[in-house]
């Protein structure tokens, strides 16, 4: 199969562009921490490890993928070196229960009742890409299309239970955080059924399905990890505000380079 060079550069880009995203991101999250209250910062540490460990694999990523083509004629043909997907289903295994857990951490609920949904919601997630993954790699349409549906079956679960369970949760929240928790919701429904749309739009065979598998989950993981850290850094500095957390304003003042006389000296 050949890609045309528009094709391949879009695709090569968008993951190039992606390496830079997670990283810049990791950076904000695990930097922004002193900015809430030290009950939220183990959400934004968790957003940081998430974004990390997606920065780490989408060097991988984009390096396994500009290996299994190559430029003959002005289009990009196989290169005969396989594109590995297994990097994005050891990316999901990892930072998909990260996900998660960064939601419910954010919230600080009960602990009985934190932990039930991380537990059940974790399980769910685990056992939605261990069923795809099979079929990502199933060389014939029939099977994938088998693992897609039973990788389905928990999907819906998760999408089900942020919209019963997790519904009780956010209805406990203050008055001001719960629009923003319920938005965090729409975008992680939203951003996470990119995913098995994207992996039906693979299996019609041949360079537009691969285009549109590679850009489909490259968007949604920006948007379902970069996004949703961007969220959970505003609910994070929200509840905060509403726990009484004020940021020291003479430290946050004091700029030691400019206020010592002797900055930059002996
Ligand atoms: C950061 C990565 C994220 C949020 C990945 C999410 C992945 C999914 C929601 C994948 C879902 C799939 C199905 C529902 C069926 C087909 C197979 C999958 C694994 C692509």
Known sequence: MELSAFQFGLIANLMSLTVAGMGAAALFFFLSRSQVAPAYRPALLISGIVVAIACYHYLRIYGSFTGAYTLVDGAYALSGEPFNDAYRYADWLLTVPLLIIELVVVLNLPQAEGRSLMLRLGVAALAMIAL??????????????????????????????????????????????????????????????????????????GAAGETLLQVGYTLADLIAKVGLGLYIYAIARAKSEVDGYRLDATKANEQPSLASPNAGGA
Not at 138 to 145: F, K, M
Not at 184 to 203: E, N, Q, T
């Open 132 to 205: 795809g993954y099979p079929g990502e790699v199933a060389t014939g349409v029939g099977s994938a299309v088998i693992w897609w549906i039973l990788a389905m079956i928990p999907f819906l679960y998760i999408v089900y239970s942020l919209y019963t369970e997790f519904a009780g949760a956010v209805e406990r929240q203050p008055g001001s955080v719960q629009p923003l928790v319920r938005n965090a919701r729409v975008l992680i429904v939203a951003s996470w059924s990119f995913y098995p749309i994207a992996y039906l739009g693979g299996l019609g065979a």
